[in-house]
Structure formats: C-alpha cells, structure tokens
C-alpha cells in the first residue's frame, strides 16, 4: 500500500539538516504502524513525505501504486485517500465543526450538501461529539478538536490514515478519548502510520514500530521485540529514557 | 471585565475629571485663540454665505422659440401650458402657474421670455464633493481588484509573476503620487488619446486617468497588505486543506482568504481614508473635485477661512462614515 524507496530529504533552512536519509519501507494494507525517535529524527519528515506536504529530494514513495514524485502525478488525488492528523488540529476556525467536515467532501468528493451533512453526521457520532456540530473550533477542548480533526479526514473516506503526534498538544486527561478514537479505527483495519510519543498505544495497537534516528530507520519489528528485546544500542538508549 | 479596568491608568476619581476639565480647556483656547487672531487682522467671518455653495436658487427664464401669438393658457394642476401659435406652427411650453408673464392674445417674438420660476441647483462644493466621493469609491473598487491579484502574485512560486508584483509595488511605492498623476495624464493620458485619436475613436476623460492613478497607487500598497494578512495565516491552515486533497487555489478560496480578510479590514479601512484624502490631488489635472472645488469658490467669494474649514470638514465626513462602515463590516464578520 504505500512502499518507500531509498528517499532523502534535506532541509536547508534554518540551517542544513539531512532529515532523510536512504530511508526505505512498506507498509501493508490494513497494518498499523508507529513511528517513534527523539525529536529531529526525521519522523515527522517521513509522515509528511508520504502525502508530499514536504518533497523527498530523491527516490520513490508509491502510495496504492502511484509514485508521488513523478510531476506528472495529481497530488491532490492521492491526498485525498491519504487522510491526515496533525499535532495542532489545525482546524479551519471560521468555520464551524460542521463545516469543518462538510468542506473537503463537497469540494473535492463533489458530494451533495444532504450527503456531506449526513457523512458528517455519522462521523461525530462516531468520535462522540455529535452535540457539538454547530460550534466553532475555539469552543470546544483539545481532545474534542482533535476528534473533529480525525473526522474531518476520515469524511474523505481515505484509505490510509497518517497521524503526526496527534496527543503532544493535549492537556494530559484528553489524550485517552483521543487515542481511543484512533484504537477504534485500527481494529476497524484502517491503514495507519502514526508518529507518537504514547508507547502504551504502540505497545497495545501497532502490528509494527519503526525507530528512527538522525534521519535513518535504526530498527523496526514487532511491539514485543522492541519493547522486551531491542536489538540496537540506540533503541536500547531511547527507550531507557522514555519509559 | 473588572479586572481589566483596573489596567487603566485613569479610574473616575475627582483627578480624571480635572483632566476632562483641561482637555476641555485647551480645545476652547485653541478656538478661542484662532478667533482672536482672525478679529486682529480684521477678518470677517460671513458663514451665511457658505450655503449658497452646496445648494442654490437659479431662476429659471422660458423663452419662446419661435414667433407668434399666444393661443391659450391650459390649465393642468399647479401647472399650465402656453401654446404660442404662428400659421400651422405650434408650440407648448409647461409652466408653473405662479411665473406666468404673458396674457392669451400677446403677440410675441423669438426669445420673449414667457415665463421665470425659482428652481434650487446643486452648489459647487456639492458637486465636488460628489465627484470626490464618486471617484474614490471607482478606484477602491480597482485598488481592491488590483491589490488582490499583485498581492496573490507576490506570494507566488512562479518567477513572472512574482517579479512582475514587486517591479510594480516598489515603482508605486517609490515615487511620489503627484508625479504619477502626471505621468497618468500627461504622459500616458497623451499617448492613449492621441492614439484613439488616430483611430477615429471618442478621447478618454481626464477623470478616467486621475481614477487609474489612484487606483494603481491604492493597489500597490493593498497588495502588501493582502500578502501580510496572506502570510500571517499559519501555515497548518494551508496544510490541513492541501492533505484533504484541495488544490491550491482551491485552499485559497475557502480557508485562507476569508480568514486573512478578516485581519486586514483594519490596515484597508486606512488605505482607503488615505485613499480618499490622496484624490485631492487630482484638482491639479482639471478634475473639479472637492479641494479644486473649494479653490475654485474662495477666487470669488473671498472667504477662504470658512471655506477650508468647510472643506476639511467634508472631507472628515467621508472619511469618518468610511471608517464607521469598516468597523462595522469587521464586527459582523467576527459574529460569523
């Protein structure tokens, strides 16, 4: 489902960082996959790859078969089937909840305003908020934003769900019905790489880890191998430190 | 809300109505002052003459258009009608009743006045106060349409565009408006007239060329402020609309632009007010607007005291509405 080869990326402002370095992966329909490291360990770089909110400079990200790179490739319809989540919600705040949802699926899903409305509909429901679709963004708490943030992706009905530390902006008591949200949409077999910092998610949920450091996949496998038998000094160091 | 009263340095003690007392007092003295000066060097102030400048009675005279007699005198209302007949020849002239000067039976020649009736006129100051406000809301229309589309360029990847923004808004920027006044008219103005000119086609009036110069000069600086209201949007805005597979222009329409208009009502609303302060300049090239105006009716009234005063006045009046109205605009779109 979404196969990545050999890419890197560097940045050069502020100042140059190699963010990328020959990372390669696959990611099979249907798996959950957390990506865990230190901060600036290109994590966040590798997620945001994946749907080209930022260009890998070289090598090959197939997303459902499609190379992304390749100019000729419309982005905005793979992006589409691509949902994201990001750490600031960054939901739309001139527009209500309602609205928040509506707006991508009339736009790009040319749904009718009945349909998008009762997508909508289902969609609080099932992220608990359905109380709430008339009022706008800065009335509502953390985790009910974020929940609005998750199903406003999932209202385009995409086949792969990228998650870029959707609980590090959230007061401690509002990550649960945040990752219970997302707990929930893994069993329901979505596809999903989450960039996390909450292990007991990635212990209970994921069917693989990723770590990454400077920029490189240092180690990936099973939560069981990586949390009871990490192979690499680096993992080992890691994980001493945040558990 | 209490606790941020308590910020100002001023609550309503009996020393903030003493400083009420002396705002007071140095308006009257500076008034007071003015008027004093004025009596020194033995002006008169006559305000009673200012009026007849922004409405007037004409009378109005009706002369006959041809020879002949007075046939009869219909009546139709407060109205009637002189029909003056010579041969088969016949001609009807309404008038009110009250300004009739001739009898049924008079013999009358070409240019005989018939009839002469009061009828009020717009002044002077009136006119150019119109023709001000007329042309600062054309050249707000295309400094808005304009500053749009160089403040969308200006942010834009694509090097033409983006260089064609900047050459225009530092060009703008960088030269005084009273020379690109001139440039407009007496530069661009020549060769465009001479060239429909050349063609057989009808000359472009002057106030279209003062209106282009305006509207440009607003475009430029609403450009720049487009661009800041653009850019102080955080960039998870456009992301979080482009990850949902919105096109660019798409994420433009819907996310980013109503919520930077929103923040740059207020540095508009004083382009604008700028805008229209700047428009006296075109009296320089025969646009009568309200300050050529003013100049114009203080030659032959000699009162340029209560004239500018006047003058400004009307001009504090459009401004005041304009920035009123923005206030207003900026508050309903914060409800919604």
């Given amino acids: ?243 | 809300m209490d606790s941020a009263s308590t910020l100002y340095r001023f609550k309503k003690t009996p020393s903030y109505y003493a400083w009420v007392a002396v705002f007071i007092l140095i308006v009257a003295a500076t008034i007071g002052g003015l008027y004093y000066s004025t009596q020194e060097i033995d002006y008169v102030w006559r305000w009673y003459r200012i009026p007849r400048y922004f409405a007037y009675q004409d009378n109005v005279e009706i002369r006959a258009e041809i020879d002949g007699e007075v046939d009869r005198i219909e009546s139709q209302g407060n109205e009637e009608s002189i029909i003056v007949v010579k041969d088969s020849e016949e001609a009807s002239y309404r008038v009110p009743t009250a300004g009739i000067r001739v009898d049924e039976g008079d013999f009358i020649s070409y240019g005989d006045v018939l009839a002469t009736y009061p009828k009020w006129k717009v002044g002077i100051l009136l006119q150019g106060l119109w023709l001000t406000l007329k042309v600062s809301v054309i050249a707000i229309v295309f400094g808005i349409f304009v500053g749009l589309v160089a403040g969308l360029a200006r942010i834009s990847s694509n090097p033409a565009l983006k260089w064609s923004s900047i050459t225009y808004i530092e060009l703008i920027r960088g030269s005084p408006l009273l020379v690109q006044i001139f440039i407009w008219y007496f530069v661009l103005g020549t060769l465009f007239n001479t060239l429909l000119a050349k063609n057989g086609l009808p000359q472009v009036q002057p106030l279209w060329f003062g209106v282009a110069a305006l509207a440009t000069f607003t475009g430029a600086y609403v450009a720049e402020i487009v661009r800041a209201g653009i850019q102080s949007i955080h960039k998870g805005q456009m992301e979080a609309a482009r990850s949902l597979g919105m096109s660019y222009p798409q994420s433009m329409i819907h996310v980013i632009l109503p919520q930077a208009f929103r923040r740059i009502i207020p540095p508009l609303a004083g382009q604008f007010i700028s805008l229209i302060k700047d428009s006296s300049l075109l009296g320089i090239i025969a646009i009568r607007e309200l300050t050529k105006a003013t100049r114009e009716v203080v030659t032959t009234s000699l009162q340029p005291f209560e004239l500018w005063f006047v003058c400004a006045l009307l001009y504090l009046i459009l401004t005041f509405t304009l920035s009123m109205l923005l206030q207003y605009m900026e508050r309903r779109m914060l409800v919604s």
């Fill in chain 1, 1 to 243: 489902m979404i196969d990545v080869r050999n890419v890197y990326k560097t940045f050069f402002v502020p100042h140059q960082v190699q963010a990328l370095v020959d990372v390669s992966a696959r990611i099979e329909p249907g798996e959950v996959v957390v990506v865990i490291g230190p901060s600036g360990s290109g994590k966040s770089t590798f997620l945001r790859c994946l749907n080209h909110l930022e260009t890998a400079d070289r090598g090959h990200i197939f997303i459902d078969g499609i190379d992304i790179l390749d100019r000729k490739t419309d982005i905005n319809k793979v992006r589409a089937e691509v949902g994201m989540v990001f750490q600031s919600f960054n939901l739309f705040p001139h527009k209500t909840v309602q609205d928040n949802i509506c707006l991508a699926q009339r736009v790009v899903r040319k749904r009718s305003k009945g349909e998008a409305e009762q997508k909508t509909f289902t969609l609080l429901e099932k992220v608990g908020i359905r109380d709430k679709a008339g009022v706008y963004p800065d009335q509502l708490s953390g985790g009910q934003q974020q929940r609005v943030a998750i199903a406003r992706a999932l209202a385009m009905d995409p086949k792969i769900m990228l998650f870029d530390e959707p609980t590090s902006a959230l007061d401690p008591e509002m990550i649960g019905e945040v990752l219970d949200v997302m707990k929930a949409l893994a069993k329901e077999g979505m596809t999903m790489v989450c960039v996390t910092h909450e292990m007991g998610f990635a212990r209970e949920v994921a069917d693989r880890v990723i770590f990454m450091d400077e920029g490189k996949i240092v180690e990936e496998g099973t939560p069981e191998h990586f949390f009871t038998s990490p192979t690499h000094d680096r993992t080992k160091l890691f994980l001493s430190q945040i558990l």
